[in-house]
């Protein structure tokens, strides 16, 4: 269907009412004035100007501060994620690398963690687990992260995959909860995961499964499939309602913003990051502009912006960017695209997406929410 990048008088003036009703939460107590009216919505030239958080970044050695310095530059602070791959790149030499950063970059960088699964079957992993957990937060770390190896790969004694819902993460979840941090979890995958690449419905997931075929799981029709995954992240929120959680890249349900609402409406204490999944917002936005839009309002308050930017990403990678200019630029731009697209109403191209789409064109008050408020209040602590 095609979408009208103008947007009438009429339509602007009601709905800028609806937006300061449903934010606000309390009818009879808005008072819309001209002013009001008149500073609803960020234009392109704001993006420098306003203060923004990507609450999802992987920053691993001392050449991705090029990062660190374009966010200085485009009025960002940065959340660096942990995260156990595999026993090569252990947490404690993320954590140390991301208390280095916070050291020389107090203003923009915090952390979250993770913890290893080497030793998962041992006796005293859970012990080892927790005392190193307990010893990240002590030293900052606001998130802890669990992966998709959890679900995927990891295995128990019996040479099972074990999902994130076996009892031996219990005490770790616990202890999120008594110490009032939030889990980060990236559980399951796009559901492209599950087709042929050709079927897949946006560039970036076809560049990934590519260079990473192990994940590919279109391929190995043995293990569990898209359903079974998602159902065991649900169980897992159905079984901690007081953990507070954060499903990174739209969690895992990035193809329809109607599943997506589902859960939110099923989960009070869930919210979810865009990390690597704007695109898929924005491939539903060629068909769907209008449900996109009004999904991204009602549940505004459980959306965080995030990017997924890393030096090795696949984006960077295709283009054969090495230099520091050229990854800041590529930083540089998709910050900027990304802003276009929930601020302003032109149509657009984006190199991940096939079509065309317009921007979302929404109030301040949700891209307020999208860009800090929200990563300010499901990251407690990433002020400091």
């Not at 203060?51 to 691993?60: G, S, W």
């Not at 109607?258 to 491939?283: C, G, T, W, Y």
């Not at 995030?306 to 731009?333: N, V």
Request: one cysteine or more; hydrophobic letters at 35%; glycine letters at 6%.
């Amino acid at each position: 269907m095609k979408t009208t990048t103008k947007i009438g008088k009429p339509f602007v003036f009601s709905f800028c009412l609806f937006t300061l009703t449903f934010c606000c939460q309390s009818p009879k107590s808005n008072h819309v004035t001209p002013e009001i009216m008149e500073e609803s919505y960020y234009s392109l030239e704001d993006f420098d100007r306003i203060e923004k958080i990507d609450a999802h970044v992987h920053l691993r050695t001392d050449f991705d501060t090029v990062f660190i310095r374009q966010a200085a530059r485009d009025k960002f602070r940065l959340l660096n994620v942990s995260v156990y791959t595999s026993p090569k790149l252990t947490p404690e030499a993320q954590e140390n690398f991301s208390l280095k950063l916070i050291g020389e970059y107090p203003d923009i960088v915090t952390y979250g963690t993770t913890f290893s699964l080497e030793g998962f079957t041992n006796n005293d992993w859970e012990r080892k687990t927790l005392d190193y957990l307990e010893k990240s937060i002590g030293r900052g770390a606001i998130a802890v992260k669990v992966w998709k190896n959890i679900g995927m790969e990891l295995k128990n004694e019996k040479d099972e995959l074990v999902m994130i819902t076996d009892p031996a993460f219990d005490s770790i979840l616990q202890l999120l909860v008594e110490k009032n941090i939030t889990l980060l979890g990236h559980l399951g995958e796009p559901k492209n995961t599950w087709l042929p690449l050709e079927e897949m419905t946006v560039q970036g997931d076809r560049d990934y499964f590519r260079e990473n075929p192990r994940y590919h799981m279109y391929q190995f029709p043995d293990l569990p499939s898209y359903e079974e995954q998602i159902a065991a992240r649900d169980q897992l929120l159905a079984n901690n309602p007081d953990l507070r959680f954060v499903g990174a890249h739209l969690g895992s349900l990035e193809y329809d913003v109607n599943e997506l609402a589902k859960r939110l409406d099923s989960f009070p204490n869930m919210a979810v990051d865009m990390a690597e999944r704007i695109s898929h917002l924005q491939h539903q936005a060629v068909t769907n502009w209008e449900g996109v839009r009004d999904f991204i309002i009602t549940y505004q308050d459980r959306l965080l912006y995030g990017t997924d930017l890393r030096a090795g990403a696949s984006d960077i990678q295709a283009k054969g960017l090495t230099e520091p200019e050229e990854i800041s630029e590529h930083a540089h731009q998709v910050w900027l695209r990304h802003w276009q697209f929930f601020t302003g109403d032109q149509e657009m191209q984006v190199p991940k997406v096939t079509g065309t789409f317009n921007g979302l064109k929404l109030p301040k008050t949700v891209v307020d929410k999208i860009y800090r408020t929200n990563a300010e209040k499901w990251y407690p602590g990433i002020l400091q």
